[in-house]
């Protein structure tokens, strides 16, 4: 006995080391992009070679930017630190048009003009949630319409039920994920090879979301076709009154 639980201290430990070597790769390479651009903007701002207010504030817009950019990535980074180790849900009943509009305002300044359409439902149930994650994961998928698709085209939202379960999935019009990648594609630091170079990013918000939908006791999915776009749908348990009494609503996963 004592010799199983020393290999499976050993083995989460070297899992933990993969990791921390991996997400240190990841952001180290992810991080020179943006660092570059600032560094670039304000050494050309303290040359006060740029007298005009609008060369200025270019420059400052630059820096505005890279500095949000930044801060993704960082919180991509520790996402994927604390989804790796036990996380509490705060699970309580939520709309599904609550956790839509909380990741659209989250995300509204990617959005900017593009059309976003919401379709769901007649007589959606409650959803057993913690709103702040899900809201966290949706956030991820819309994110990844945005950056795959072509900013003319819509973007989707749909959400069905059961009874048992509540399906949401976001739908975009982009080039699509290959057959033999979509498998792939929700694992941490993979991204397509197709989009590597098009595209910044460190390959952790899809594994962020499903690590968050996979707490929840739902799934997530992917479906593509080459030059038709992509759906990602995640499931989220129905909300029933009688199998929340005696739970507390912090629930360890």
């Given at each position: 006995?004592?010799?199983d639980l020393?290999?499976?201290?050993?083995?989460?430990?070297?899992?933990?080391?993969?990791?921390r070597t991996a997400?240190?790769?990841?952001?180290?390479?992810?991080?020179?992009?943006?660092?570059?651009?600032?560094?670039?903007?304000?050494?050309?701002?303290?040359?006060?070679?740029?007298?005009?207010?609008?060369?200025?504030?270019e420059l400052l817009s630059i820096i505005n930017d890279e500095a949000d950019r930044l801060n993704r990535l960082?919180?991509?980074?520790?996402?994927?630190?604390?989804?790796?180790?036990?996380?509490?849900?705060?699970?309580?009943?939520?709309?599904?048009?609550?956790?839509?509009?909380?990741?659209?305002?989250?995300?509204?300044?990617?959005?900017?003009?593009?059309?976003?359409?919401i379709q769901l439902d007649d007589a959606l149930p409650l959803v057993r949630a913690d709103l702040h994650k899900t809201k966290k994961a949706l956030v991820q998928l819309l994110e990844n319409a945005i950056k795959y698709s072509p900013s003319d085209e819509p973007i989707t939202i749909t959400a069905t039920s059961d009874g048992t379960l509540a399906s949401v999935?976001?739908?975009?019009?982009?080039?699509?994920?290959?057959?033999?990648?979509?498998e792939l594609i929700l694992e941490?630091?993979?991204?397509?090879?197709?989009h590597q170079r098009l595209v910044d990013g460190t390959g952790m918000g899809l594994s962020i979301a499903t690590a968050i939908i996979k707490a929840h006791g739902g799934s997530l999915k992917v479906r593509s076709q080459h030059n038709r776009g992509s759906t990602f749908s995640f499931t989220l348990p129905v909300y029933r009154r009688s199998s929340e009494r005696g739970r507390a609503s912090n629930t360890s996963c």
């Open positions: 006995m004592s010799n020393t290999k499976l201290s050993s083995d989460r430990a070297s899992e933990n080391n993969q990791l997400l240190l790769d990841s952001v180290t390479h992810e991080f020179r992009t943006p660092l570059t651009s600032i560094k670039a903007a304000i050494t050309a701002l303290l040359t006060d070679s740029y007298a005009r207010p609008s060369e200025r504030n960082v919180g991509e980074a520790l996402d994927c630190s604390r989804f790796d180790t036990r996380v509490k849900l705060d699970l309580r009943p939520h709309t599904i048009l609550s956790i839509i509009n909380a990741a659209k305002a989250d995300c509204r300044t990617l959005l900017g003009a593009r059309l976003l359409s999935s976001v739908i975009d019009r982009g080039s699509g994920i290959a057959d033999s990648e979509q941490r630091f993979y991204r397509g090879k197709n």
